[in-house]
């Protein structure tokens, strides 16, 4: 039984990758478990605080990350590219250095993400590659899950409501617990 956990690139309340988060918690298939991790809460990366010691948000969310057998990254797109909020995070994630390989070293990763644009996050999603690959990451390749015109599929409470994506995002989440063991 594959544990996922999946971890919004957006601080936003009503952010529309927190609301596909929420959909792919729903999505998962029988003996799939998908937990929603935070970033919330994460300083921005200092060295100087880092020497200090890892803060306790940071260090809650590792443990988080190490005890899952697949991460999932549901990414913003901003300016084109990967959130600095989430990058941050992840940067934290991977300190003190020494720590990095038992964090992320072969960790099963997907991306997916929503925009109320009209590309999805392409970019961003296209941007996450090579920070995955420096942390020694397996990202998972079998799908793409690029949700454009977001503000289209979601309601006001942020349910999904679009039936295509919604299978889309089944799809996508079986794929990804299927390479994972599930």
Same mark, same amino acid.
């Given at each position: 039984?594959?544990?996922?956990?999946?971890?919004?690139?957006?601080?936003?309340?009503?952010?529309?990758?927190?609301?596909?988060?929420?959909?792919?918690?729903?999505?998962?298939?029988?003996?799939?478990?998908?937990?929603?991790?935070?970033?919330?809460?994460?300083? /921005?990366?200092?060295?100087?605080?880092?020497?200090?010691?890892?803060? +306790?948000?940071?260090?809650?969310? #590792?443990?988080? =990350?190490?005890?899952?057998?697949?991460?999932?990254? %549901?990414?913003?797109?901003?300016?084109?590219?990967?959130?600095? %909020?989430? #990058?941050?995070?992840?940067?934290?994630?991977?300190?003190?250095?020494?720590?990095? #390989?038992?964090?992320?070293?072969?960790?099963? %990763?997907? =991306?997916?993400?929503?925009?109320?644009? *009209?590309? *999805?996050?392409?970019?961003?999603?296209?941007?996450?590659?090579?920070? /995955?690959?420096?942390?020694?990451?397996?990202?998972?390749?079998?799908?793409?899950?690029?949700?454009?015109?977001?503000?289209?599929?979601?309601? +006001?409470?942020?349910? /999904?409501?679009?039936? #295509? %994506?919604? +299978?889309?995002?089944?799809?996508?989440?079986?794929?990804?617990?299927?390479?994972?063991? *599930?």
């Amino acid at each position: 039984m594959p544990s996922i956990l999946g971890i919004s690139g957006s601080l936003r309340r009503q952010s529309f990758n927190t609301a596909l988060l929420r959909a792919a918690v729903k999505a998962a298939p029988p003996g799939t478990t998908i937990e929603i991790g935070s970033i919330a809460g994460i300083p /921005l990366y200092d060295g100087d605080v880092e020497a200090q010691g890892i803060p +306790a948000t940071v260090t809650a969310l #590792k443990q988080r =990350v190490k005890a899952c057998d697949g991460l999932l990254l %549901v990414t913003p797109e901003y300016n084109n590219s990967i959130p600095g %909020v989430f #990058k941050n995070a992840i940067d934290w994630l991977s300190r003190p250095p020494s720590e990095s #390989k038992s964090v992320f070293g072969g960790r099963p %990763v997907a =991306v997916m993400g929503a925009s109320p644009g *009209g590309f *999805g996050t392409i970019l961003a999603q296209q941007a996450w590659l090579q920070v /995955l690959r420096t942390l020694g990451t397996r990202p998972w390749f079998g799908a793409r899950l690029q949700i454009a015109h977001a503000d289209q599929v979601f309601d +006001a409470q942020g349910e /999904l409501t679009d039936e #295509k %994506v919604r +299978a889309q995002l089944a799809d996508f989440i079986r794929g990804f617990s299927l390479a994972i063991g *599930g």
